[in-house]
């Protein structure tokens, strides 16, 4: 057979390096001043783009998007032309991919912390970033799938399959959870509301753990530990296995983030058995990553490279054996709302996606550049600081959690909750974030040696921008007569296609009945669309990411029902574009907050006064402040649009009630700031404290109403 | 939670949502070992070396991995 030469580029992977190292480091130090913000809740010093609420979502994407995205793109650009025999399809199209990609991280640092948010998790970005999010996808998928097809081998090897995998379903992810109605460049709706917004959105969250955080590294699993290890994986037929059932179950369970919510059982029924399923096929992939190991133990002990390898796989076995327990009822009743959920997201992110991060980059590093690794002890330092970093700060968090849920949930012998004052299960915890701060900082220490390790290497060798290689074209190879699975594995976009269906399948089965049902919503009567001025008070709140902090939704408990009021109605936020339902209560829960006469009520002037100093009303709470809501003039100058576009929603306002909204919204605002200065605080009508305030007293108020008033009718 | 339940009762089959959801991915397991089962053994060891070079020395101990 005539062998054809070829050049393997280098040039872009090591772009992707150097990206995923710089924004790695970023992403984690944002993590860390966040972590910081919690024991010290003065720290941010009443800046709005250094507050919690603003940061947490520039942390999370951060790191997801571009330290992890970075990160898989690098060992992709570098795994699959060598696995299929062939450069990448075009150098053009990773150029584009590559700076792309970067563009839309900047544009994220540049709009998240300055409040510029859709506000749901993982998925906060504003829509012209979200346009070029799947535009960059799309360069990303044709460049791979392209390649696939121009391969020089039979058998397309297993790391692709994952890599084809997580480009279909981000794309599909991406594009139904971000269908968005602008109402400006920077600000728009989801078209979703309330209870399908929530569903779709944890349908996305979920799956970019999973097709995001999880195929992709699996993929890099299937690659970089047999070449580090010298040894084939360790059975690939259980390969074969787990990719499509993985792929298959994967995308079912994402109700599992919303055990006791308002979604409907069924739809909580089938998250719980296909999450409980899922153990199967990702222990599977573990035990494939482990057992490939085998006899090859002696070597671990000296490879920093397999020694963080181990620690990746093992960090993503327990990872994916805590997550179909949580998914359980029964746990998920303690665990929800707490720590514990920081902390397990935690294993993965430190642990399988780190780890397995820095080494591959420990494994490139010195081939990229011809040469050895700088030192391998530090690199051992390293693979330490990261390591027992990781549990210093999963630990801490896992008996935070518990202690949270224990004390959110215990009652006296007469039947009273014993902690019936949040911060007192805030108090509780402060010594384990002040261990998580400890643990955090010596995982970002252990990358700052990295770095210094990894540059270090490159400076002692030379970088190899080329590789030469050689194999017989395709087509001179000899044909087997293709049986079983190998059909699907010769013919990558059936391939594709079929890995599409398979993911669309649970999708579609979600979907499809909280779609239908829409036309008979369970509307509760008394429950009226917001006014203009809570709807701008409820960007604010958006915009300001409380929804880190504070959920909108009473689980149907007596422990949460006693502390909160009533437990929360599907139907009470049909007209929540996009629902702030949250997945954290470092604060309290704030759906019942408006109730007059119930547990979490509280007047206007003290919301005043605790949004511009949390501690003057609650002493050791660990709220920041936040003085430019109080500061702030009130811009209502696109009030009309927003009430169009709602309308547009679907929310029934009344006919030309955009003509009145202005009108309508100073009135509301002027009965609140009078209220305020009747009780000796100065305060304007238009400030967007009075807006927040409009629309926390509105929080639960629909449900409880008996008159059959409209929100509509001020006082 | 009543509410809804009602509504969606008044899908037809919705109670058969998630048993053929159940169904579809046991079949298509099923058919999935199957075929898996059937691959030439000499083969699938092939494709476990994809990721060598050519110049690799790596261990093929046919002891250490099933495939």
Redesign the interface.
């Known amino acids: 057979m005539e062998l054809q030469k070829f050049t393997y580029d280098n040039k872009i992977a090591r772009l992707f390096m150097n990206a995923t190292i710089l924004w790695g480091i970023v992403g984690m130090l944002v993590g860390l001043t966040i972590a910081l913000e919690l024991v010290f809740p003065l720290m941010s010093g009443g800046v709005s783009w250094l507050s919690f609420g603003r940061l947490r979502p520039l942390h999370t994407n951060a790191v997801i998007f571009a330290f992890v995205g970075n990160g898989m793109f690098t060992g992709i650009y570098y795994?699959a032309p060598?696995?299929l025999k062939t450069p990448m399809f075009s150098e053009l199209l990773g150029k584009i991919h590559f700076w792309g990609w970067q563009l839309i991280i900047v544009a994220a640092a540049l709009t998240l912390p300055f409040g510029f948010t859709v506000g749901k998790e993982y998925a906060e970005l504003e829509w012209p970033i979200d346009i070029a999010i799947a535009l960059i996808w799309v360069v990303f998928g044709i460049n791979l799938i392209m390649t696939t097809v121009k391969r020089r081998?039979k058998?397309i090897?297993?790391?692709i399959w994952f890599f084809i995998a997580t480009f279909v379903t981000v794309a599909v992810l991406h594009i139904v959870n971000s269908i968005n109605l602008p109402v400006s460049f920077l600000k728009s709706y989801p078209i979703y509301a309330g209870i399908q917004d929530a569903l779709v959105q944890w349908w996305y969250g979920h799956n970019a753990v999973a097709f995001f955080l999880t195929t992709p590294y699996l993929g890099l699993m299937?690659?970089f530990i047999?070449?580090a290890a010298?040894?084939?994986?360790?059975?690939?037929?259980l390969s074969?296995?787990h990719f499509?059932?993985l792929i298959?179950?994967y995308i079912?369970a994402g109700p599992h983030h919303l055990l006791y919510t308002?979604l409907?059982?069924?739809a909580q029924?089938?998250g719980v058995?296909f999450s409980v399923m899922l153990i199967a096929p990702s222990w599977g992939g573990m035990i494939n990553g482990l057992?490939?190991l085998?006899?090859?133990w002696d070597k671990v002990r000296e490879s920093p490279v397999l020694k963080m390898f181990v620690v990746a796989v093992t960090a993503y076995g327990m990872a994916t054996f805590e997550g179909p327990m949580l998914s359980l009822k029964s746990v998920n009743a303690l665990s929800h709302f707490t720590d514990w959920t920081i902390a397990h997201v935690h294993i993965g992110a430190l642990g399988w996606n780190g780890m397995m991060t820095f080494g591959m980059l420990y494994w490139l590093m010195p081939r990229l550049y011809k040469t050895q690794l700088f030192s391998t002890k530090l690199a051992n330092v390293h693979f330490w600081l990261a390591t027992t970093g990781m549990l210093f700060f999963a630990i801490p968090l896992y008996f935070a959690g518990f202690t949270q849920s224990l004390m959110w949930k215990e009652f006296t012998a007469d039947g009273y909750l014993k902690y019936p004052n949040f911060i007192e299960t805030v108090t509780q915890v402060i010594p384990m974030y002040y261990i998580r701060v400890l643990g955090g900082t010596m995982y970002i220490t252990g990358v700052i040696l990295m770095i210094y390790n990894l540059i270090k290497t490159a400076k002692s060798g030379t970088f190899v921008p080329t590789e030469d290689?050689e194999a017989p074209a395709l087509e001179a190879q000899p044909v087997?007569v293709d049986?079983?699975?190998?059909i699907l594995e010769g013919k990558p976009l059936l391939f594709t296609l079929l890995a599409l269906g398979?993911i669309l399948?649970?999708g579609i089965?979600e979907f499809?009945?909280m779609f239908?049902?829409k036309s008979?919503?369970?509307t509760i009567s008394s429950v009226k669309p917001y006014t203009p001025l809570e709807l701008e008070g409820r960007d604010i709140y958006i915009r300001d990411g409380c929804y880190t902090c504070h959920s909108q939704m009473v689980r149907?408990f007596r422990s949460e029902v006693e502390r909160y009021g009533d437990y929360s109605?599907?139907?009470e936020t049909v007209y929540d574009h996009p629902f702030q339902f949250g997945s954290k209560r470092t604060g309290p829960d704030l759906s019942r907050e408006g109730v007059v006469g119930g547990p979490m009520h509280k007047p206007n002037s003290w919301h005043y006064n605790h949004f511009l100093s949390p501690q003057k009303m609650v002493a050791e709470s660990i709220m920041p402040p936040f003085p430019w809501i109080i500061n702030n003039d009130l811009d209502y100058s696109s009030i009309a649009k927003k009430i169009s576009v709602m309308k547009t929603l679907g929310v029934p306002y009344p006919e030309g009630f955009e003509n009145q909204a202005k009108d309508h919204l100073l009135k509301q605002a002027n009965e609140i700031a009078q209220g305020l200065r009747n009780e000796g605080i100065d305060v304007a009508d238009t400030k967007e404290v009075i807006a927040l305030i409009a629309y926390i007293q509105r929080l639960g108020v629909d449900i409880h109403k008996t008159d059959g008033s409209s929100a509509f009718t001020t006082k | 939670m009543k509410i809804i339940a009602t509504a969606l009762e008044g899908i037809p089959g919705i109670e058969w949502y998630p048993i053929i959801g159940l169904f579809v991915f046991l079949i298509f397991f099923i058919i999935l070992i199957i075929r898996v089962m059937n691959i030439n053994q000499e083969e699938v060891s092939e494709f476990s070396q994809l990721p060598f070079d050519k110049g690799d020395t790596f261990v093929k101990d046919p002891t250490n991995h099933i495939n």
């Open positions: 795994a060598r696995l081998t058998h090897y297993v790391a299937y690659y047999p070449k010298n040894r084939p994986v360790y059975s690939y037929k074969i296995i499509w059932a298959f179950l079912w308002a409907p059982d069924w029924a089938l058995v057992l490939t085998r006899g090859a290689d087997h049986k079983g699975h190998r398979a399948i649970g089965v499809v009945p239908m049902i008979n919503v369970p149907p109605k599907a139907g």
